[in-house]
T-cell receptor, first 113, second 117 residues
């Protein structure tokens, strides 16, 4: 079935370190891929998205490239800040049913000064 | 930006009682709202899709008589957990789709922590 798998956390980094959070997916059809971020006490916010293969989503220094050949959508940032500490969710939705989102289990990122 | 609120943020109730959670889109109209449940260290699980003015569509394995959903207006959907039991304790999150925006974008509320004692 359709699903998303992302690396388990927590991930702890020092400020200005490079970040990678792995995400792979299984999908029938042609999915759109998303990264959501959840700051403490807040709802999920869309961080970036990509709707077709080889698209790169980017926002706030974060990037992710839709890789159809490896069914991946890894999140990267070159230099993390303490303010990036949050839980990150990878998700997909299918072209024939945009109502249904499949989420990964979330990866908690802790950035230390 | 699009804001979705939930009320209450936390609720504790006794086993056997019912509790209602509200989800509101504050600055846009939402023809479709969604209810998710999040278990500790687990992903969000879609429970049901709520369409304004019609019956909600429940995902497989979700008891519609236990989790009553009402979407009476374009800005409000409610989830009522009836005859709650400790196993219903969880984090419930709603989201809403702005009819004006892209079909695949959902805006999420901050969630409601339900504890059943």
């Amino acid at each position: 079935g359709d699903s998303v798998t992302q690396m388990e956390g927590p991930v702890t980094l020092s400020e200005e370190a490079f970040l990678t959070i792995n995400c792979t997916y299984t999908a029938t059809g042609y999915p759109s891929l998303f990264w959501y971020v959840q700051y403490p006490g807040e709802g999920l916010q869309l961080l970036l998205k990509a709707t077709k293969a080889d698209d790169k989503g980017s926002n706030k220094g974060f990037e992710a490239t839709y890789r159809k050949e490896t069914t991946s959508f890894h999140l990267e940032k070159g230099s993390v800040q303490v303010s990036d500490s949050a839980v990150y969710f990878c998700a997909l939705s299918l072209s024939y049913n945009f109502n249904k989102f499949y989420f990964g289990s979330g990866t908690k990122l802790n950035v230390k000064p | 930006g699009a804001v979705v609120s939930q009320h209450p943020s936390r609720v504790i109730c006794k086993s056997g009682t019912s509790v209602k959670i509200e989800c509101r889109s504050l600055d846009f109209q939402a023809t479709t709202m969604f209810w998710y449940r999040q278990f500790p260290k687990k992903s969000l699980m879609l429970m049901a899709t709520s369409n304004e003015g019609s019956k909600a569509t429940y995902e497989q394995g979700v008891e519609k008589d236990k989790f009553l959903i009402n979407h009476a207006s374009l800005t409000l959907s409610t989830l009522t957990v009836t005859s709650a039991h400790p196993e219903d304790s969880s984090f419930y999150i709603c989201s809403a789709r702005d009819a004006r925006a892209g079909a695949y974008e959902q805006y999420f509320g901050p969630g409601t922590r339900l504890t059943v004692t």
